[in-house]
């Protein structure tokens, strides 16, 4: 399975790439033009690492929570090359992502991801079912409600 990942979804984006058993990374430090040149970012990330769309058969693509800007360019951009190249699409998110490694192994599983100095939670059930909405949370509530939770 080849493909291409793309979050920009936080403060620090990045770009993943799996092709023949080889991975490829690229941490994207935020600025006021990453959004602008995002589609610049991804056509040097595959040049310098001598890969090609060809080779992709999907691109997976963070799809929220996080900066509307961010999650607005990469979901556009992957979007066009999806339709150009005739690359199969992904959407996931944030809460889903942070999960997947738990997946069958907990009865509950909660993800708590950090955007913009506040805090959001998530409850799934053991195969990912959502279990609860997406809420904002305190930092002193996280320890009050969680803590038995997260030991």
Avoid at 40 to 52: G, Q, R
Avoid at 75 to 86: H, P
Avoid at 98 to 105: E, L, M, P, R, V
Wanted: aromatic fraction near 12%; include cysteine.
């Amino acid at each position: 399975m080849n493909f291409l990942s793309i979050d920009c979804s936080t403060e620090i984006g990045s770009l993943f790439a799996k092709v023949e058993n080889k991975t490829f990374s690229k941490v994207l430090q935020n600025d006021k033009f990453v959004n602008d040149l995002m589609a610049k970012y991804i056509l040097d990330f595959i040049e310098e690492n001598h890969l090609k769309f060809e080779d992709l058969g999907q691109i997976f693509v963070n799809q929220g929570p996080g900066s509307f800007s961010g999650l607005r360019s990469s979901l556009a951009i992957a979007k066009g090359i999806s339709l150009s190249k005739n690359i199969k699409l992904y959407g996931y998110d944030t809460f889903m992502w942070s999960s997947a490694k738990f997946y069958n192994k907990n009865d509950i599983i909660i993800s708590l991801i950090r955007i913009r100095e506040k805090y959001f939670i998530k409850k799934f059930d053991k195969n990912l079912k959502n279990a609860s909405k997406v809420e904002e949370i305190k930092e002193d509530e996280i320890v009050k409600k969680c803590s038995n939770k997260f030991k």
